[in-house]
């Protein structure tokens, strides 16, 4: 088995001892945090080929509604939080809205509700808010797996000499 070097494939920070490696096909992958080890495996591909290197990063801007709206102290406490998190760059918090930027190569917005969820935060509940949080799970889902597909071949077509 061949271990690979002890930068973080997902962010390249180097690995801790701590995070638990992954094997993939017969070679280990050591992990920065269990963010990251997450997140590789969820799409492998992405991050132990070529096709994730070639890409630096890919940006989302959502915006998060909470179940209720939260003071000025708690939206302190909420930015420093999130802005640790691999891969977000930037949180505000409005009342009951969260807007964070997020590259989706290191963090989706699922592991971002669950990190909300971590510290004691409900999302809205409304019918329309969980089909918007579905929708984006699958659309961001969707966009891994095509970065990580194959990419499609190219034929020349030369047009018939006449």
């Known amino acids: 088995m061949t271990s690979l070097n002890n930068h973080c494939p997902v962010c390249g920070m180097k690995t801790e001892a701590d995070v638990p ?8 992958f050591h992990f920065c ?26 940006l989302k801007r959502r915006t998060m509604r909470l179940a209720e709206p939260v003071n000025d102290e708690l939206a302190e406490l ?23 930027t997020y590259d989706l190569l290191q963090v989706t917005e699922s592991q971002i509700e669950k990190m909300l969820h971590e510290i004691g935060l ?27 597909a194959p990419p499609a071949p190219h034929y020349n077509h030369t047009p018939p000499q006449s």
Request: aromatic share 8%; charged share 25%; proline share 2%.
């Open 21 to 28: 490696s992954v094997e993939y096909h017969k070679m280990y």
């Open 33 to 58: 945090s269990e963010q990251c080890r997450e997140t590789f495996v969820a799409h492998p591909v992405l991050y132990s080929t070529k096709v994730g290197k070639q890409r630096n990063e890919i």
């Open 78 to 100: 909420i930015i420093p939080y999130l802005t640790a998190v691999m891969g977000v760059q930037e949180v505000v918090v409005e009342s009951d809205k969260v807007n964070i």
């Open 122 to 148: 409900q999302l809205g509940g409304s019918w329309l808010e969980i089909l918007r949080r579905g929708w984006v799970h699958n659309s961001e889902e969707i966009e891994l797996e095509n970065l990580a």
